[in-house]
């Protein structure tokens, strides 16, 4: 089993060293629970894939720990540099061009010209890149296309014995992944809903911005399989009721819901819980899980976008 220890500076420098040495350590942030390897080490890239049983073409969001490390290795346009100013640290990854001398893995990015960067704003997170000293690739740690971990056990329950240092944060706040924008389009467009969202992008550009549509060949950016973020069972999205032996998962006001992801409504606090749920629900007492409607809004648009994914036909 993978040694699951607590958040202290001992077990921070630990994971440090296992990253700087090549290996898989997996930490908390404010979104979920990344699987880190050193970004500009091919191999030890590779040992994500491998852990994941991740499609090689679909790209990894790298992390750092300050905007600066960022704009070593990437040219920040002025849109971008706006919205971090605004976001970073935070839920939000940026697409950006790599510059000539970038040292980071191929891998990260599947060959593109692009890479995807995330500040991250959760303490310990920053703790822990500052004290590895390198760009940390990390997607969700968990087997791809599965739920993504919002908490320590999520990732010992799937990866086992495939990841070797797993740092315990607690459940994780967001609980939903980064937006991933791109800004190197004509018109910025959002290739992935998440913790930041459209309404609050729009307000600092100015302007309005496109969403992307699933992409099953060439993704240009994580979470744009249309087949995701999925549970065992079946999902069932738009449930006004459960059928005989699914588990029903609620929003708001919701008549028999087995659990509620917010019962007051409170979009923030439904996202906090998706993940979380969806696992608890995905047992095979129930033959699926029915899911209660979420208002296209605000965070609620994250929220769809992984149910819509995880409610997808399974390939």
Not at 289 to 310: F, H, K, S, T
Request: net charge negative.
């Amino acid at each position: 089993m993978p040694s699951v220890l607590p958040l202290t500076h001992q077990s921070i420098e630990e994971a440090a060293a296992a990253l700087r040495a090549g290996n898989l350590a997996v930490f908390p942030t404010e979104t979920v629970y990344g699987l880190g390897a050193n970004a500009t080490d091919d191999l030890a890239v590779a040992k994500i894939y491998e852990a994941k049983n991740r499609p090689s073409f679909n790209p990894l969001i790298v992390h750092f720990p300050d905007i600066e490390s960022v704009r070593k290795m990437a040219d920040m346009a002025p849109q971008v540099e706006q919205l971090a100013a605004h976001f970073w640290p935070g839920a939000i990854s940026f697409v950006l061009p790599r510059k000539p001398d970038c040292p980071l893995s191929k891998l990260v990015s599947s060959g593109l010209p692009t890479f995807a960067a995330r500040v991250p704003a959760l303490e310990s997170a920053q703790c822990l890149l500052r004290a590895a000293g390198i760009p940390v690739a990390a997607p969700s740690a968990n087997s791809s296309g599965r739920i993504s971990p919002t908490q320590a056990a999520h990732v010992a329950d799937d990866l086992g014995n495939k990841i070797p240092i797993i740092l315990d944060g607690g459940p994780c706040t967001v609980g939903v992944e980064s937006t991933v924008i791109d800004l190197t389009k004509k018109v910025p467009t959002i290739l992935r809903p998440g913790g930041v969202t459209q309404e609050e992008i729009e307000a600092v550009l100015q302007q309005s911005v496109a969403v992307a549509s699933s992409n099953e060949t060439s993704p240009e950016s994580p979470g744009m399989l249309l087949s995701h973020y999925a549970p065992s069972l079946p999902v069932r999205l738009n449930a006004t009721s459960s059928n005989t032996r699914e588990a029903y998962l609620g929003f708001g006001d919701t008549a028999g819901a087995k659990i509620n992801l917010s019962a007051g409504g409170d979009l923030t606090e439904a996202a906090a819980n998706l993940f979380a749920y969806l696992n608890k629900l995905d047992d095979p007492q129930w033959s699926g899980i029915a899911v209660a409607p979420i208002p296209e809004e605000g965070l609620g648009r994250a929220i769809n976008d992984r149910l819509r994914r995880a409610a997808a036909p399974r390939r």
